[in-house]
């Protein structure tokens, strides 16, 4: 697939029709409580849901039954132990696992908000293992759904929202108001009379190693990725209600065991990594159990995201071991590559050679970039090596390879 750039301005008055929000706005006012709150409890480092807290859950349900209208809260947390990054990707998958579960029982997805704390809102003190366990919990909390705001004629109701059609399997979801005022700066800062937003996508193997954004998670990780998207606003400014970004990938089953993750560049070590910008939040959100989205909401959008481009991705677990060993002394990186789904694994830089870190690569091929800053093509791995029968079997990786120049067409 190649390069996409796409373009849309969106024109509030005559093209999209206001939609409320799918999460509804709480208003300032406290939601009253309608039903005591249910804790689900979870083991250490676990996000699933055992047998004894799901049967919280359907007790919850058989109550909601008799109450017509109501919204959930579902607040996710952790016990102490750990570093503040892991635990809040933690209560985010607990979250995710009751959520989903409450969504499988046709709770609507918009009667649902989620939140996420980490290990920064504890219920008890942890003075011992009882007690930690628990503040491993889902928080359920059942309010009255929020009262209408009175809107005088000819005003907007700023707690309502408008959900937009980006394209490329994108839809941006926007309080009217703040729509508005984008598309009034715009017009102000000399620029297009309309709010716009430019995507860049980026899904072809051999772009994405040649683009600058980041081929590594963390430290020596390849990664499975679905895609980088450079997604730039036409105003630089900052709003009361977050922006929502849903990116549908509608190509689930390729990656439906695989725990693909909504990735920045880590602006210290320049490998992928978390969001650390705290008006920007980024995550995975699976839909009952046949489709997969990833939601990136921010409060200030801007031309320019110091973080770069949005990296689906995730990483690539560490089992086997390949070496390259370069006698032509002129590559200076290598990256072993498989097409369906994609995965890219960067060779290691050793005394010995390129080590290549993976789990398994299918029918995999290997891109070169040369000392002088050129790219070879994709080059089948049988062009390199001639197999021995159970590695062309298998169509992986033997454990060492040797590149001379006839490899590389010199």
Known sequence: MKKILFSLSLILSNTFVFAQNKLDSISLDEPRELTPAVQIYFDINKSEIKSKESAKIDELFTRLKK???????????????????????????????????????????????????????????????????RNRRVEISVIEKPKPKVVKPNELDCSKDTTLDVGLGMEMTISVCDYKLLNELSKSNGGDADFTIKVNKISDPLELIMSDYPKVYKKDQGMLWLGALDIQFSNDTCLERPVTITID???????????????????????????????????????????????????????????????????????????????????????AVQEVPTKIIPGIPTKKGFEFRYREIENPYFVIKFKDGTYSEMIPVDDICTLKDKYKTAKTLDKKYKITTKHLGQ
Request: aromatic fraction near 6%.
């Open 249 to 335: 990938p509608k190509d689930f089953e390729s990656y439906r065991r695989a725990r693909i993750r909504v990735l920045v560049e880590n602006l210290k070590n320049k490998k992928a990594d978390r969001t650390k910008d705290p008006s920007k939040t980024l995550g995975k959100r699976t839909i009952k159990r046949d489709a997969v989205k990833f939601i990136l909401s921010t409060a200030c959008p801007t031309s320019k995201d110091e973080e770069g481009a949005i990296l689906l991705a995730s990483p690539e677990s560490k089992t086997n071991v390949t070496l390259i060993k370069d006698q032509t002394k002129k590559i200076a990186e290598i990256y």
């Open 67 to 133: 109450i017509p209208e109501f919204r959930l809260v579902l607040t996710g947390h952790t016990d102490s132990t750990g570093n503040d990054e892991y635990n809040m990707e933690l209560s985010r998958d607990r979250v995710d696992e009751v959520y989903n579960v409450l969504l499988s029982r046709q709770i609507p997805e918009k009667w649902m908000i989620m939140k996420y704390y980490g290990r920064s809102k504890p219920r008890v003190d942890e003075t011992d293992e009882e007690k930690a366990a």
